[in-house]
Each structure stands twice: as structure tokens, then as C-alpha cells.
């Protein structure tokens, strides 16, 4: 399976996100939330260690947003994508980071981690827990 | 405040079924109905997910897990409150699955099964689908159309892929067969594609020859359930269908029904924006109902309920009690199963507050529907007190506080300015009506997807001629006339005797030229049928007559006899309240 597929399945499982539509929208929430607390350097730095396919997604996503602003990361990630309980953002967000983790390379994954904010980097650290090979176990 | 306002806020709060025309203390055991304790059992639930507890079925080499011992506590607890053990089963089994647990884990040992978990737990007889009803949408078919179309099928036609003769020796039944490409890749999805989709087409034409809106939900859960009981049911299946681990033959199921019925491949949970995979609901769902035991009409129509917290409910045909219409209250179970669902992934106690409030905005009568969840909340929180119920009255004893404040000062001053009771009765009952007529234009609009500009629901009373007896010329319900005028995309229907007349003469005629005028106002009929349900309006008119001197019985006997239709039938909770009111007003004035 080849990287995209790989991301979106990854996604769609772990974000129990049954629709395309969900999908983007979960990638629009947390995109958005970690671009707000970039430099404009740091967005194009870490929009270029995302594969091709994947950037436009990075450049669009928008924070527009009807609710309030956060420093609560999970909190800003909820308002962003309309989503009704912090569980729910949790899980997205847990679910990007996961599956970014999985389908980047070494180097891209390590230069994307360097750009990440720091309200951003215990998910990542904890992003390989959260893949979906790590949770299949459960099931044996 | 004056007394007389106070008395009568204290007296309709005296007890919750003062609000209502309906007799709760009769649904807690005897003859089978028993949604009160569901959601008490709710709590139940909910305090052991809050204790930490695992609520989740994995291969864990113990005799008993977690859930073994909530679906335990659950369903004796049921059972107390007047459950049959299956229904017991097959509804725990439900709230379970929505607070988190998952269908099915496992292999060869130990293989958990929710279903079989809560079936065991409630100590329930084993059952069949070809037995197992559906739910009463007036009548009631069961399982079994599904079952004979796919045996009338295997018995016209070789299905499987092969010809199992061919087996050599001692492979029945091995892994052989089931664990690799001949069951997991061949068989079991063959099987599946050709089962799914017969039993469906006959449920759909057993529904429609029985007189019943086909339920595409219940036809896809009772043909799944039916091909589970013949193909493996856990085996996993070919890549091509989903990741070897999570995709087993329930999941093919799902799929296939779904494309079968032209059900949505998403559905959504109220309020709190989740979507889900239809397919994935309908495979866990029809796997659920497969072991569960053999529940009654009453348990299937609360499984049905409890699923209910999809929001596109009414259109799929998952459960009435999300809205837009009131239902009578010993239907409703959606709210407590939302607040599990919600509590079960993730959400705070304030976020559950808010999903439950919000949870009220599709019914047709908002505060009414408020103070409806807020009766059954109270009632169940004194059998078993827990985190459901505390949630819940929180979320809607400040709604009903403000309403109830708001239409006993009213009616005060209906009072005060002169007006009779049964002028007040009259002006109440018809701001009752406008609010159904805006809340039908709205709502219907967006379930039809047309432009309901407006309807109107007049000369709404007892007596429409169909029947002779007293209490049908006193009371709504037995015999209800109402005029309706709407207009639907531009053009006017107009229905005399609604009722009586023109929905007989529409369904028995065919008559599709008027059906859309029919569509559009249907649900708002049944809502002022089913306005008993939360009675508050007719027992703060007549609480206030008591409260400002009339004797409580003739307060009673008064609006009993004025009221048109919001007293749809005989109601003593309405003598209760204003022997309280009199009681509380000599007090007060003491």
C-alpha cells in the first residue's frame, strides 16, 4: 500500500472518521492549530517535509473558525473542527500525529518535529504509540 | 412573588409526574415495558466507566472481564424494574456498545461477543432470528421473512463457491477451511454477498404486505443477524475488504446491507458532531441481536430507542424518541444512552450538559421535550442515583425551571386580568399550537427537503364522529378532529377531519396528489396527540384556579373538561397537583 493510502486508512481507524469529509476536516483542525503557533519560516520549513500529496492540505488548512481561540491545544483543535467534546479532538489529533508518523520518512520526520511548536511535541512523542500497527496487539 | 405562583411551582414540582398525563409508577415492573430503568441502569454503566473499569471485550486470558460483570449489574438491575431477561440483554448489550465496548474480540479462545456477554449475564435463553420482532411501528413483523429468503434461497440454488462433498476428510470445521483463503478470501464473503441483500428485499416486502413503513435500519440489523446465524460469524475476511484484524465477516455485512438498502454510508450521533460508519453499525448491531437471547416486541422497541442517539433516526428508522415529535414517555431512552455514549469517548460532564441540552432543539416543542427528559431523569435518579442522571438533571432543570416560571406568572396574569379558566385553557392550548405549527414549518422543511411555508392546525378537539362513545367525545386521544391547512412548495392542501377522514382516504386511495400536503403535517398531528406527554400547561391552569380559591377537585374536573386536546387522556396526577396547590396555598396564606 503506498503512503497516502497507508495515512488515510491509518486515519480513518484511529480517528474513526468513516467519511472522506471527516477526514479532511481532521486534517484541517490540526494542521490549522499547529500553523497557528508557527513563524511563517516554520510552516513553509515544515510544510516542506510533508510529501507532495499532502502539502496543498498543510498550505490550506485555515483556522477560520466560529469559536474562541485556545492555548489549550486540544481545546484550539475542537473549536477549529467543530468538534463537540475535547475526546473527540483528542483522538483526531492523536490520529494525525499518528499517522504522519508512520508514513514519513527519517529525515522528513525528524525535520517536521523540529518545527513543531512546543504545545505539539508530547503528542508526537507519544505519535508512535498511537500508529496503527502499535494497537493492532490488541487484538491477538 | 406572589403565593399563588409560588404554590403552584411548588406543587407541579412536588412530584415529576405531576408534568405528565402518563402513569410511570406502572411502567417499573408487571407487564414488560421498562424504560424508567434504563435509565437508571444507565448509571450504573457510567459509574463503573467513571471507576476506570475496562469497557472494552479483548482476548484477556480471565474467566470473567469487566464487562461481564457491568452487563451483570445492568441487567439484573433491569430485571428488578420488570425486564424480561433477553430484553434485559439485547438493551445493556446496546448501551454498552454505544458507551464504547466493541462487538466482538477474539479467537478461538477466549471469543467475546457482546451480544453472547450480555445474554449470559442476564441469564437469557438462547434465541433465533426467525423469532426475534421487530420493533411496533403500530404492527410488528419479526426476523423471520429474512431467515425463510435465505434458506427458500439456499435450497433453490447452490451458494456456497464450492462444493463442500469435495472436502476431503476431517476439514469440516478446521482451520483450513475457516482461518485461510478457502473460508476467509472464498466462502464466507460469497456467502455474505448473496445472503444480505435476499433477506433484506424480504423484510422490505413483508413490512409493506403488513401494512408497515419498511424500516431499512431493522431490515439491514435482521438480515445481517440472519446470515450470521449461518456463515462464521468472527471469521476475518479477504484484505480486499478492509486490515486483516479488524475486518471480519460482520463488517462485510454491514457493507453489503447498506448498499442493499440505500441507507447512508455515514450516520452522525447527536450532538456531538461524531460521524460513524453505517456499515460498521448495522454489521455490530445485527451481530448484537444474533446472541443476545430472544427479546420481546417491548425490547426491541427500547433497542431500537437506545439507537437512537443517531441522529438521522427518524429518516433510517433508528428509534422515534430523538424527535421532532414528543412521544409518549415510556418510549424515550435516547438521552441517557447520549450521555453515555458522549461520557464513554471522552467528553467532560459540562460537554455532556451541553450535547444534552442541544440534544432538545430538534423536537417540535422544545421546552416541552426539556421538561420530558427532565421527568424521566428525576423519576430514575430514585431508583439508582449515578453520574447519567445527575448529568441530565442538570442539563434541564435550569430549562424547566425558567418555562415552568414562565407560564405560571402567565397564567397568573391570564388570571388576575380578568380572563376565565376557560379562557385560559383556550389561549394556552392555542400558543401550544403555534409553537408546533412554527416548529413543523421549520423542521419539516429540512426533512423533506421542500418549503413548508406554513400549516395550520385548527378546530382541534374531542369527537370526530368515528366513534360514539363518552370518552371519546371527551378526550383527544380516542378520537381526535382536527382541520389542517399547509402549503407545501408553493401550493395549499387543505384536510377537514384529518383524522377521520382525508388520511384514510389519502392511504387507502393512493392519493398522491395530496400525500405531500399529508407528509408535511403528519408529525405535527401526531405531536398534539402525543402532547400528554408533557402536561404541564393544563396543570399549571388548573393548579393556578386552585391556588386562587376553586375547590382542587372541580380545578381538575374543569380543565379536564376545556381542554381541546393537551389532555388527550384521563390524567389523576392533574387531581394531585392541585389538592398540593390547596394544600401549600393554606399555608402559605396561614
Not at chain 2, 475476511?237 to 447498506?258: H, N, Q, S, W
Amino acid at each position: 500500500m503506498d503512503a497516502k493510502s497507508t495515512f488515510h486508512r491509518q486515519l480513518d481507524i484511529l480517528g474513526q472518521l468513516p467519511s472522506a469529509l471527516g477526514r479532511e476536516r481532521a486534517i484541517n483542525a490540526v494542521f490549522a492549530s499547529i500553523k497557528l503557533r508557527m513563524s511563517v519560516d516554520q510552516v513553509k520549513s515544515a510544510g516542506a517535509a510533508l510529501p507532495d500529496w499532502l502539502r496543498p492540505l498543510w498550505i490550506q488548512a485555515n483556522a477560520a473558525t466560529e469559536g474562541p481561540s485556545s492555548d489549550d491545544v486540544v481545546e484550539l483543535i475542537k473549536n477549529i473542527g467543530g468538534y463537540g467534546y475535547r475526546g473527540a479532538a483528542e483522538r483526531i489529533l492523536k490520529a494525525v500525529m499518528g499517522s504522519l508518523f508512520e508514513i514519513l520518512d527519517t529525515e522528513p520526520k525528524r525535520h517536521f518535529s523540529e518545527s513543531l511548536p512546543d504545545a505539539f511535541i508530547p503528542f508526537w512523542e507519544d505519535a508512535h504509540g498511537c500508529s496503527l500497527g502499535a494497537t493492532m496487539g490488541q487484538y491477538l | 412573588m406572589e403565593k399563588e405562583v409560588l404554590a403552584v411551582m411548588s406543587a407541579v414540582n412536588v412530584f415529576p409526574d405531576h408534568l405528565t398525563t402518563e402513569k410511570l409508577e406502572g411502567n417499573l415492573g408487571g407487564f414488560g415495558s421498562f424504560n424508567v430503568p434504563i435509565w437508571a441502569a444507565s448509571n450504573i454503566i457510567a459509574t463503573e466507566m467513571l471507576r476506570g473499569r475496562k469497557m472494552k471485550l479483548d482476548v484477556s486470558n480471565e474467566a470473567l472481564t469487566d464487562v461481564d460483570d457491568i452487563a451483570r449489574k445492568t441487567s439484573l438491575f433491569l430485571q428488578r424494574y420488570g425486564a424480561d431477561p433477553s430484553n434485559s440483554s439485547v438493551v445493556t448489550a446496546a448501551m454498552l456498545y454505544w458507551s464504547g465496548v466493541n462487538a466482538s474480540a477474539g479467537i478461538p479462545t477466549p471469543n467475546r461477543k457482546l451480544g453472547g456477554v450480555c445474554r449470559i449475564a442476564a441469564g437469557a435463553p438462547g434465541g433465533r432470528i426467525a423469532t426475534l420482532p421487530t420493533e411496533k411501528l403500530n404492527n410488528k413483523i419479526s426476523g423471520y421473512p429474512a431467515v425463510s429468503a435465505i434458506y427458500e434461497l439456499l435450497q433453490k440454488e447452490h451458494v456456497a463457491p464450492f462444493d463442500p462433498a469435495l472436502l476431503p476428510v476431517g476439514l469440516a470445521g478446521s482451520p483450513v477451511l475457516g482461518h485461510s483463503a478457502l473460508g476467509e478470501d472464498y466462502l464466507f464473503p460469497t456467502l455474505c454477498k448473496k445472503f444480505v441483500p435476499v433477506g433484506i428485499e424480504a423484510m422490505l416486502k413483508a413490512y409493506r404486505s403488513a401494512g408497515i413503513k419498511p424500516c431499512r435500519f431493522m431490515a439491514a440489523l435482521m438480515a445481517v443477524a440472519a446470515t450470521l446465524e449461518i456463515v462464521h460469524p468472527d471469521a476475518y475476511i479477504g484484505e480486499e475488504y478492509g486490515p486483516f484484524l479488524r475486518t471480519r465477516t460482520p463488517d462485510l455485512c454491514g457493507k453489503i446491507a447498506v448498499e442493499a438498502t440505500g441507507l447512508p454510508e455515514v450516520l452522525h450521533i447527536r450532538g456531538t458532531g461524531d460521524e460513524v460508519s453505517t456499515a460498521k453499525v448495522i454489521g455490530d448491531l445485527g451481530l448484537i441481536l444474533k446472541d443476545c437471547g430472544a427479546p420481546t416486541v417491548v425490547g426491541m422497541i427500547m433497542f431500537n430507542e437506545v439507537n437512537a442517539i443517531v441522529e438521522e433516526g427518524a429518516i433510517v428508522g433508528v428509534g422515534r424518541g430523538g424527535g421532532p415529535i414528543l412521544l409518549p414517555l415510556h418510549h424515550w431512552v435516547m438521552q441517557p444512552v447520549l450521555a453515555l455514549y458522549a461520557l464513554g469517548h471522552g467528553a467532560s460532564e459540562e460537554e455532556t450538559i451541553e450535547i444534552i441540552r442541544k440534544s432538545t432543539d430538534g423536537y417540535f416543542q422544545k421546552d416541552d421535550a426539556n421538561i420530558a427528559v427532565n421527568i424521566l431523569a428525576h423519576r430514575a435518579h430514585y431508583l439508582c442515583r449515578g453520574p447519567i442522571t445527575n448529568i441530565l438533571i442538570k442539563a434541564t432543570e435550569p430549562g424547566k425551571t425558567r418555562t415552568l416560571a414562565e407560564r405560571i406568572q402567565s397564567t397568573y396574569n391570564k388570571f388576575k386580568s380578568g380572563l376565565s379558566l376557560q379562557e385560559a385553557v383556550d389561549i394556552v392550548e392555542k400558543d401550544h399550537v403555534k409553537v408546533t405549527q412554527d416548529g413543523v414549518s421549520k423542521i419539516m422543511s429540512k426533512i423533506l427537503g421542500k418549503d413548508v411555508e406554513y400549516v395550520k392546525y385548527t378546530n382541534i378537539r374531542p369527537g370526530a364522529g368515528r366513534r360514539k362513545a363518552k370518552v371519546a367525545q371527551k378526550f383527544f386521544a380516542f378520537d381526535g378532529h382536527l382541520d389542517v391547512e399547509v402549503k407545501v412548495d408553493g401550493k395549499v392542501y387543505f384536510f377537514d377531519n384529518f383524522l377521520a377522514k382525508w388520511a384514510p382516504k389519502i392511504m387507502l386511495e393512493g392519493d398522491t396528489e395530496n400525500l405531500p400536503g399529508m407528509a408535511a403535517v403528519c408529525l405535527g398531528v401526531t405531536d398534539l396527540l402525543n402532547s400528554g406527554a408533557c402536561s404541564a400547561n393544563m396543570v399549571i391552569c388548573a393548579c393556578m384556579a386552585a391556588a386562587l380559591g376553586m375547590e382542587p377537585k372541580e380545578a381538575a374536573d374543569k380543565v379536564a373538561e376545556y381542554s381541546n386536546f393537551q389532555l388527550s387522556i384521563p390524567a389523576q396526577s392533574l387531581y394531585d397537583a392541585t389538592d398540593y396547590t390547596t394544600r401549600i396555598m393554606t399555608e402559605l396564606k396561614s
